[in-house]
């Protein structure tokens, strides 16, 4: 009888349909309107705007009214010199900031997960989340603050040889920092996933590699390790999918004429020719351009994180 | 529990001394922060590395100082405005958004939670944003700082997943008795979901607390509109401590001026400090919530 009435409701035509759900369920349209509205605002309507992207814009023409160009815009930062610096930034940081931070919460996770004073692991836990809490204005604050001519970071460099005053300011150290701050910052917060796939690995698997035989290493590598690979592989290709993604925030705190040459991400170039410069249609060219390269890697990354997934359950 | 070989043992020692040291590296800059806040000015400028302890006699002058100005003051305010209102905007909307989401056998069910969702993975970039919040003319207003910001999709989702937990046959019963949506909403789903709302009032307000890009972007004109995290920016970061006590006057200004950035530092991350050991528990759970589903 279920089926034959679902299948009533399907020959139904849809606007016949969508007035019967609207009539039945008017309460739920009411609820769900200030948020349709809110999200047709501020997420949707500048999506239009992204026209201006092939526009020569002009404020008093309006979106409408503005030259079409076609993919000028694209051609001029394509061809620009800066196109190559910003690219290679930008994947720089990423891959960088990839190799530091991706792998150290986890051995910080298998780090706490060996203590066995549960006070103690949980009073680390606590401190090692106080830096995701603060602001990233304070962090580069204080970046700042070690980083000056007689900063603590200036001083030990100096100490190993290092003769280029302050590294704040200085091209070869921007990375270096950024990346390390950001570790500060996002090593205790990261961590939580790992530390709660820690606490689900099975633990008759542990009695039964103890009774085999195997010591604390032993089963860390065969048990442990294994227990949460899909959760790591899983992190891994999700990340994979953020490679383009550098944020402007930042950035544009931390850099500095001095330091373009290595801290100028393609987010940050957006933020300057848009805002500061009002070079409204190339900025939109440009972040359009970053905005579809980061989706088709994330759709990528997320075509192959539900293969591995159904794969690695078996 | 079985005994420890030696080896064991060994790293059991080394794995403490590593985490101990970890905690001190994770506490440190905060504690540098806190300690050239009340130490001795002419000693601060003087001096250069970390600050283990308070150098020279312990001084409060650099607080009083920025108790006494007003724009420091101000900007305190605004971020207390600012974080009160757009959290109770954002988290109304956020139940509303997550309500919907989590009731089954709607037609639109299905829309709306791509409608929502899409929103996390595109978007019409810098420039279209502000030209958007531009027209509505809420340029140089509060309201570029409460409403653009709101409503985030990745809460709304941590919300939903929750809300999806509750049994179906409570609502159904009271929807049977004749219960209004909204009466469903506030008195049966809201009682039981305390935890994840305290969740969700979390990752707003501390997101709110330390925002700065949307008022350097939509405060152009209006500094007496400006959030802390702002007025600290042009105090540490472009140097205008000059300009912000200005309209203090006398020797003190001058004797503390070193103090400024630390003090100022500090009050923006203390009420954060106090805070967060009290509220981690649910922070932990939401982040969970949130990795599982994202």
């Known amino acids: 009888m279920d089926s034959k009435k679902a299948k009533n409701t399907l020959k139904k035509p849809f606007f016949l349909r969508?007035?019967?759900?609207?009539?039945?369920?008017?309460?739920?349209?009411?609820?769900?309107?200030?948020?349709?509205?809110?999200?047709?605002?501020?997420?949707?309507?500048?999506?239009?705007?992204?026209?201006?992207?092939?526009?020569?814009?002009?404020?008093?023409?309006?979106?409408?009214?503005?030259?079409l160009v076609g993919l000028a815009n694209f051609k001029r930062f394509f061809l620009s010199p800066f196109f190559w610096r910003l690219l290679k930034n930008t994947l720089l940081i990423s891959f960088y900031g990839l190799l530091f931070s991706f792998p150290l919460p986890i051995i910080f996770a298998l780090c706490l997960n060996e203590v066995?004073?549960?006070?103690?692991?949980?009073?680390?836990?606590?401190?090692?989340?106080?830096?995701?809490?603060?602001?990233?204005?304070?962090?580069?604050?204080?970046?700042?603050?070690?980083?000056?001519?007689?900063g603590l970071i200036t001083n030990i460099a100096s100490f190993f040889g290092w003769e280029g005053g302050a590294v704040i300011s200085s091209s070869k150290w921007f990375r270096s920092l950024y990346i390390?701050?950001?570790?500060?910052?996002?090593?205790?917060?990261?961590?939580?996933?790992?530390?709660?796939?820690?606490?689900?690995?099975?633990?008759?698997?542990?009695?039964?590699?103890?009774?085999?035989?195997?010591?604390?290493?032993?089963?860390?590598?065969?048990?442990?390790?294994?227990?949460?690979?899909?959760?790591?592989?899983?992190?891994?290709?999700?990340?994979?999918?953020?490679?383009?993604?550098?944020?402007?925030?930042?950035i544009i705190l931390m850099y500095g004429p001095s330091t373009y040459e290595t801290a100028d991400v393609i987010s940050s170039y957006v933020y300057r020719v848009g805002i500061l410069d009002a070079d409204y249609s190339y900025s939109t060219a440009v972040n359009l351009f970053n905005s579809l390269v980061n989706m088709v890697v994330l759709f990528t990354a997320n075509f192959i994180s539900r293969k591995v997934n159904e794969t690695s359950i078996w | 529990m079985?005994?420890?070989?030696?080896?064991?043992?060994?790293?059991?020692?080394?794995?403490?001394?590593?985490?101990?040291?970890?905690?001190?590296?994770?506490?440190?800059?905060?504690?540098?922060?806190?300690?050239?806040?009340?130490?001795?000015?002419?000693?601060?400028?003087?001096?250069?590395?970390?600050?283990?302890k308070p150098l020279g006699k312990i001084t409060l002058g650099g607080y009083k100082l920025i108790m006494q100005n007003s724009t420091i003051l101000n900007a305190y305010g605004n971020t207390i405005i600012y974080v009160v209102a757009a959290t109770l905007l954002g988290l109304v909307l956020n139940i509303l958004?997550?309500?919907?989401?989590?009731?089954?056998?709607?037609?639109?069910?299905?829309?709306?939670?791509?409608?929502?969702?899409?929103?996390?993975?595109?978007?019409?970039?810098?420039?279209?944003?502000?030209?958007?919040?531009?027209?509505?003319?809420?340029?140089?207003?509060?309201?570029?700082?409460?409403?653009?910001?709101?409503?985030?999709?990745?809460?709304?989702?941590?919300?939903?997943t929750s809300f999806a937990e509750i049994p179906k046959e409570m609502l159904e019963a009271a929807r049977?008795?004749?219960?209004?949506?909204?009466?469903?909403?506030?008195?049966?789903?809201?009682?039981?979901?305390?935890?994840?709302?305290?969740?969700?009032?979390?990752?707003?307000?501390?997101?709110?607390?330390?925002?700065?890009?949307n008022a350097a972007l939509y405060l152009q004109k209006s500094r007496n509109l400006y959030p802390?995290?702002?007025?600290?920016?042009?105090?540490?970061?472009?140097s205008t401590e000059n300009a912000i006590v200005a309209d203090a006057d006398g020797q003190d200004v001058m004797i503390y001026r070193p103090l400024i950035k630390y003090a100022t530092i500090m009050i923006s991350i203390i009420p954060m400090m106090i805070?967060?050991?009290?509220?981690?528990?649910?922070?932990?759970?939401?982040?969970?919530?949130?990795s599982v589903k994202g």
């Open chain 1, 116 to 150: 066995r004073n549960k006070r103690f692991k949980k009073t680390v836990q606590t401190i090692s989340y106080l830096p995701y809490f603060i602001s990233v204005v304070v962090v580069v604050s204080i970046l700042f603050d070690f980083g000056k001519a007689n």
């Open chain 1, 18 to 67: 969508l007035k019967l759900d609207i009539k039945n369920h008017w309460q739920m349209y009411l609820l769900a309107l200030p948020v349709v509205l809110y999200f047709a605002i501020f997420n949707y309507a500048p999506m239009f705007g992204i026209a201006m992207a092939f526009e020569k814009y002009q404020i008093k023409k309006g979106i409408f009214g503005s030259q």
């Open chain 2, 275 to 290: 805070l967060y050991p009290f509220v981690q528990k649910y922070f932990v759970t939401g982040v969970m919530i949130g």
């Open chain 2, 228 to 238: 802390l995290q702002l007025t600290l920016r042009e105090i540490v970061l472009q």
């Open chain 2, 176 to 213: 049977i008795d004749g219960a209004s949506e909204i009466k469903i909403l506030t008195r049966i789903i809201l009682p039981v979901s305390k935890s994840i709302i305290a969740v969700i009032v979390l990752f707003y307000a501390v997101q709110h607390w330390n925002s700065w890009f």
């Open chain 2, 97 to 160: 958004a997550a309500y919907v989401m989590s009731t089954k056998g709607l037609m639109f069910g299905k829309p709306f939670a791509l409608f929502v969702i899409f929103t996390m993975i595109f978007n019409g970039g810098l420039v279209p944003t502000f030209m958007v919040v531009n027209k509505l003319g809420m340029m140089d207003t509060r309201w570029a700082l409460i409403i653009p910001g709101a409503l985030s999709a990745y809460n709304i989702i941590i919300m939903r």
């Open chain 2, 2 to 52: 079985n005994k420890r070989s030696t080896g064991e043992k060994i790293f059991a020692v080394f794995n403490t001394i590593f985490l101990l040291m970890l905690c001190v590296i994770f506490f440190l800059p905060v504690w540098h922060v806190a300690m050239g806040s009340i130490s001795d000015p002419l000693k601060v400028a003087a001096t250069s590395g970390l600050y283990f």
């Open chain 1, 180 to 250: 390390g701050s950001n570790l500060w910052q996002h090593l205790g917060y990261n961590s939580i996933i790992f530390i709660s796939a820690l606490a689900a690995v099975d633990p008759t698997l542990y009695e039964a590699a103890r009774i085999d035989g195997a010591n604390r290493w032993k089963q860390t590598l065969h048990v442990t390790l294994p227990g949460i690979a899909s959760t790591i592989i899983v992190l891994l290709i999700l990340r994979l999918g953020q490679i383009m993604g550098v944020g402007y925030e930042k």
